[in-house]
C-alpha cells in the first residue's frame, strides 16, 4: 500500500550483485536526491550467496532512504522484481536492474512525464543495443515481434523491466491473479495511458549476467504460455498436417502395393513413422506445458518467501529509545 507523503519508490531485484552495487549507488543516489521529494529505494535481495545484502547493510548506514527486502530463497528474476512492487509505497513505482545497462539517470525524466502528460505507465525503450552480441539483438527481436502479435501493439519493441508504473497500476497488477507474472507482458495488457523515455543501452558495470540462454528460452516459454493458447492451436495444425501427409502416404502405399513394390517403400513407411511420433511428442509436450501450469496454479503455492524487510527492522528506531510491549500491555522503555 502507499504510504502518504512518499512521492517514488525505486525497485531493484538483485541475485549476487555485490560487484556492481557501489557504482549502482554512485549513479542512482544523485539522481534521486535531485528529485527533491521523498523516495525511497526497495532493494530486493533474491537470495544471492554473495555478499550482496552484507554490502547493502553497509550502504544503509549512511542512505537511510534504502530498504531491504531478503528472500529466503533464490525466486527467479520476475518473482523478485513482483515481491518489490507488492512492497514497494510510494505513489509512483520505478523498477531497474542493477547492472546499470538502464541508466537511473532516466528516472527522474519519466517521473515528469508521468506527471505532466498524466501517464500510469512510461517504458524505457532502448533506442540503441549495440553493446549486446549480435545473437542477443536478433533474439531480443524475435521476441518483442512475437509477443507483439500476441499481446498486441501496446507491447513496446524494445521495453524490457525498466519502466515507472502510477499506485493505480501497482494496485491494478495486485488485483491479477497472476502467481507468476510476467511483467514485461503483463503491464502493457493492462492498457493504462503510457508514454516512453528513450536510452542508449549500456554495457554491464560489473559481474556477470543473470540472464544466460536457458532463462531467456524459459522467459519466452512463459511468456508464451502465459498469454496465448497459439501453441495447443499450433499442436491442432501439425496434427491436422500429419493426418493429410499419412493419407498421401496411404495413396502411395496402396499404388505401391498394386505394383508390387512393396520392399522399395520401406523409406517412405520409416520418414512417416519418424514424421508422425514427432508430431505426437510435440503436441504432448505442449499439452503437458499448459496442464503443468494449471497444476501450479491449482496448488496456489506463492511464488517467493520475504526472510526480512528493514521496514520493519528495529534500525529504524533509534537504538537509545527503543520501545516494547510485554505480555500484560504495559508499555517497558529499554
Not at 515481491?83 to 515528469?112: N, T
Not at 521476441?143 to 501497482?170: A, C, E, H
Not at 499450433?234 to 505394383?259: E, N
Request: proline share 6%.
Amino acid at each position: 500500500m502507499s504510504e502518504p507523503g512518499l512521492t517514488l519508490s525505486v525497485v531493484i531485484p538483485m541475485f549476487n550483485e555485490e560487484a556492481v552495487i557501489p557504482l549502482l549507488v554512485q549513479r542512482l543516489r544523485p539522481a534521486l536526491d535531485g528529485v527533491g521529494e521523498p523516495y525511497e529505494v526497495v532493494a530486493v535481495d533474491d537470495g544471492s550467496r554473495d555478499a550482496t545484502y552484507a554490502v547493502l547493510q553497509g550502504v544503509r548506514r549512511t542512505w537511510p532512504q534504502l530498504r531491504i527486502v531478503r528472500l529466503r530463497r533464490n525466486s527467479g528474476h520476475q518473482a523478485a522484481l513482483n515481491a518489490g512492487l507488492m512492497s514497494a509505497r510510494g505513489a509512483y513505482v520505478a523498477s531497474i536492474d542493477a547492472d546499470l545497462q538502464d541508466p537511473p539517470e532516466k528516472i527522474p525524466e519519466m517521473l515528469e512525464l508521468a506527471r505532466t502528460q498524466g501517464l500510469d505507465i512510461v517504458y524505457g525503450v532502448r533506442s540503441d543495443r549495440g553493446t549486446d552480441t549480435r545473437f542477443k539483438r536478433w533474439t531480443a527481436g524475435a521476441y518483442y515481434r512475437l509477443m507483439r502479435r500476441m499481446v498486441g501493439r501496446n507491447v513496446p519493441s524494445q521495453g524490457g523491466d525498466f519502466r515507472l508504473l502510477s499506485r493505480t497500476t501497482v494496485e491494478a497488477l495486485r488485483e491479477l491473479p497472476e502467481r507468476a507474472p510476467v511483467l514485461r507482458l503483463l503491464v502493457p495488457w493492462i492498457g493504462f495511458p503510457s508514454g516512453q523515455v528513450s536510452y542508449v543501452r549500456e554495457e554491464r558495470a560489473a559481474g556477470s549476467t543473470k540472464y544466460p540462454l536457458r532463462k531467456m528460452i524459459m522467459l519466452a516459454v512463459d511468456s508464451i504460455t502465459n498469454f496465448s493458447a497459439a501453441p495447443l492451436r499450433l499442436a491442432t495444425w501439425l496434427g491436422v498436417s500429419g493426418m493429410a501427409i499419412s493419407a498421401v502416404l496411404v495413396v502411395m502405399g496402396l499404388i505401391a502395393y498394386a505394383r508390387g513394390t512393396v520392399v522399395p517403400g520401406w523409406s517412405s513407411l520409416f520418414l512417416a513413422v519418424l514424421l508422425l511420433g514427432a508430431i505426437q511428442l510435440l503436441c504432448l509436450g505442449l499439452l503437458g506445458e499448459y496442464v503443468g501450469r494449471l497444476y501450479t496454479a491449482v496448488q496456489n503455492r506463492p511464488a517467493y518467501f520475504i526472510a526480512s524487510d528493514t521496514e520493519s527492522s528495529p534500525a529504524r528506531v533509534p537504538a537509545s529509545r527503543t520501545a516494547v510491549e510485554d505480555s500484560l500491555g504495559e508499555r517497558v522503555t529499554l
